[in-house]
């Protein structure tokens, strides 16, 4: 482990420039940027004052050499300015993302009021006007994740406004595999390292509706949780009385302990993580005083989802719900194919082993599949395999993932009876 001894010198970053670079680009970027699309890709600039330093403020210009809007400018990046405000000139100040993170909070007053639930996400990216930023929350922890090294120089100012905004006491810092190769962007920031507070309770734990899970918010998957399937997790939990439940990709077993909760027989939790899987178990401990948790029988299967469903299925073993909660299968346009065909396979042997009239349960994550092209594809598998879907269901983005422009739409599930 690299640190843990103290902070990440934040101090070391580069200063943000003042001279901002600015923009000339093609009337259909002009177009979109207008509508709120966040995105400017490189092929889409016609003119640039100066080459520029990730970080730095790109200003667009309209055909009129009027402001249109402006942005964060990412060398290394084919997006190469994520648009922070459109219309009047404004200038970017401490104060703005103050505002914008202020803003996003207010977003999910409900969940931060529930108090049954301290752990969910504070600001999703550009679907909150702050693209390439997201900050989930765990508990009194904060994890801000960059999707671009040009927050880099912000980082301090954004810092700072989260803590102004919610009291923040310990920030970790996550970079996308995409911004922890740029290491000339980074000045020593490295993913996973605190950049505030003490270092992290370990284990780190917070609430889900009233489930208590472990965290690990500097190395684990994304931000350490899905904290997307919060309500779809909560309907299985209504579903599963009495039943054998199978959750195929069950990762820290989120699905698995509310269908515990809900009165679940037994259930499996299946991935290829093992480290996942463990802490699955310690999850299902933590949880314990519920009665209803403590009597589910609770098993475990390590290995790939499709393998081990075949598996399954030549040991006649049968379930009465079906969780499929896969990774992003396309993460480029071109793999789109490739994914419908993964989730028609993954459709087929979930159904290999559910009972007559039991329920599948599917989420797809990956933005480049439509919600169309995704349930048409679940059913059309089911249909050919002669188990036809009667849908009880289906479900899109809870309050905290919201969905800002039409690339923001990435997540549906399917819930249905055979
Ligand atoms: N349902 C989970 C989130 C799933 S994330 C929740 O509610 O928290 C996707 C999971 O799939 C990860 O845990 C990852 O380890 C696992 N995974 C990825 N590829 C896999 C494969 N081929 N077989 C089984 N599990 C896989």
């Known amino acids: 482990m690299s ?14 420039s003042d001279k901002r670079i600015a923009l000339r680009v093609t009337p259909a970027a002009e177009r979109a940027i207008r509508q709120g699309h966040p995105w400017l890709f490189a092929d889409a600039i016609q003119q640039q004052s100066h080459q520029g330093q990730a970080g730095d ?100 100012e954004a810092l700072a406004g989260l803590t102004a905004v919610s009291g923040a006491t310990q920030v970790v810092l996550r970079l996308s595999r995409s911004v922890q190769q740029i290491e000339d962007g980074l000045y020593g920031l490295k993913d996973g390292v605190l950049i505030s507070g003490e270092p992290l309770p370990d284990p780190l734990y917070f609430q889900e509706n009233g489930l208590i899970f472990e965290v690990d918010a500097r190395q684990g998957q994304k931000t350490g949780f899905f904290l997307d399937q919060r309500d779809n997790r909560a309907r299985v939990e209504t579903l599963a009385a009495g039943k054998q439940v199978l959750n ?25 993580s093992q480290p996942a899987l463990a802490a699955a178990v310690r999850n299902f401990r933590l949880n314990r005083e519920n009665t209803a948790v403590a009597q589910a029988a609770h098993d475990l299967l390590l290995g790939d989802a499709f393998h081990t469903l075949r598996q399954l299925s ?41 009972r007559p009239g039991g329920v599948l349960v599917m989420a797809s994550c990956s933005s480049r599949v439509t919600a169309a092209a995704f349930f048409a594809q679940v059913h059309e598998a089911a249909v050919s395999v002669g188990r036809p879907l009667h849908e009880i269901e ?25």
Request: proline share 6%.
């Open 57 to 156: 403020t790109a200003v667009i210009f309209d055909r009129k050499h009027r402001f249109l809007a402006v942005g964060l400018y990412d060398p290394y990046a084919p997006i190469r300015v994520r648009i922070l405000h459109v219309g009047d000139p404004t200038l970017i100040t401490p104060d703005w993302f103050r505002q914008k993170i202020a803003e996003a909070a207010a977003r999910r007053q409900s969940l931060a009021a529930s108090g049954h639930t301290t752990g969910y996400r504070l600001v999703h990216g550009e679907n909150d006007g702050l693209p390439g930023l997201v900050i989930d929350r765990y508990d009194q922890v904060y994890v801000m994740r960059l999707d671009t090294v040009a927050w880099v120089p912000h980082l301090n």
């Open 248 to 272: 195929v990709f069950a990762y820290t077993g989120g699905f698995s302990l509310y269908a515990a909760r809900g009165g679940a027989r037994q259930i499996v939790s299946l991935d290829i």
């Open 314 to 354: 030549e040991n006649r073993r049968r379930f009465d719900l079906v969780i499929i909660d896969p990774p992003s299968f396309a993460k480029k346009q071109e793999e789109t194919a490739r994914a419908l065909g993964a989730y028609a396979r993954l459709a087929r042997l979930g159904l290999d082993v559910l």
């Open 394 to 418: 289906r479900t899109f983005h809870p309050l905290d993932h919201p969905i800002g422009f039409k690339q923001g739409a990435y997540l549906k599930c399917l819930f249905a009876k055979t």
């Open 3 to 16: 640190h843990n001894n103290g902070h990440t010198p934040l101090s070391r970053l580069p200063q943000r």
